[in-house]
């Protein structure tokens, strides 16, 4: 299973939306409403920040979304703020009930 | 509340072997499947293994099949990973995550531990 393909790096000034694409195939991200995002700070475990697709769990902020089309994946942050500034990483069930991981995407705010 | 509490890791020679173990509290632990997912230094993080609530069904990550096994022990709410004929390559931070049940995400995960394989 090969890893979900993200850009290594996205930014933007506080207050701008920035979208992180998710790439995988019609055997993960394509083919199941099973995508979530997890945010990660330096030396700190994963956070989840959007399931299903575009669902956020109790506490995350809305200015996290998600979305899918075919076989990509997005998550936006919309008012990018200082704290915002971390890894993130998609992931999506597979069609032999493992799981895959993306490349990650490291978010620095300018 | 939800806790993941990882041990066991450490220095190990390549070609030896190590048990990592995962101590949950804060939910019933037989009736969520559990995970494993590693990130080797610098790296992204890689899906390793998930065991089924009950013990019976096992998925392994195609690195690892063969070495790895995952197992728990619901009396002891302990998730574990035997990790044998290890590599250089498998040198990395191990966590334990938690299934949401019946779903396909991890809504929560333990700090982690660090394996290291080196000579």
């Known amino acids: 299973q090969s890893a979900l393909t993200q850009p290594a790096s996205v930014s933007g000034s506080p207050g701008q939306s920035i979208t992180i694409s998710c790439t995988g195939t019609s055997s993960d991200v394509g083919g199941y409403n099973f995508v979530s995002w997890y945010q990660q700070h330096p030396g700190k475990a994963p956070k989840l920040m959007i399931f299903?697709?575009?669902n956020r769990p109790s506490g995350v902020s809305n200015r996290f979304s998600g979305s899918k089309s075919g076989n990509t994946a997005s998550l936006t942050i919309s008012g990018l703020q200082a704290e915002d500034e971390a890894d993130f990483y998609c992931?999506?069930?597979?069609?032999?009930?493992?799981?895959?991981f993306g490349t990650g995407t490291k978010v620095t705010v300018l | 509340q939800v806790q993941l509490v990882e041990s066991g890791g450490g220095v190990v020679q390549p070609g030896r072997s190590l048990r990592l173990s995962c101590a949950a509290s804060g939910f019933t632990f037989s009736d969520y499947g559990m995970h494993w997912v590693r990130q080797a230094p610098g790296k992204g993080l890689e899906w390793v293994a998930v065991i089924w609530s009950g013990g019976s069904n096992k998925k392994y990550a195609d690195s690892v099949k063969g070495r790895f096994t995952i197992s728990r022990d619901n009396s002891k709410s302990t998730l574990y990973l035997q990790m044998n004929s290890l590599r250089a390559e498998d040198t990395a931070v191990y966590y334990c995550a938690k299934d949401p049940g019946v779903r396909y995400y991890f809504d929560y995960w333990g700090q982690g531990t660090l394996v290291t394989v080196s000579s």
């Open positions: 299903d697709v575009h």
């Open positions: 992931s999506s069930y597979t069609s032999n009930t493992t799981r895959v």
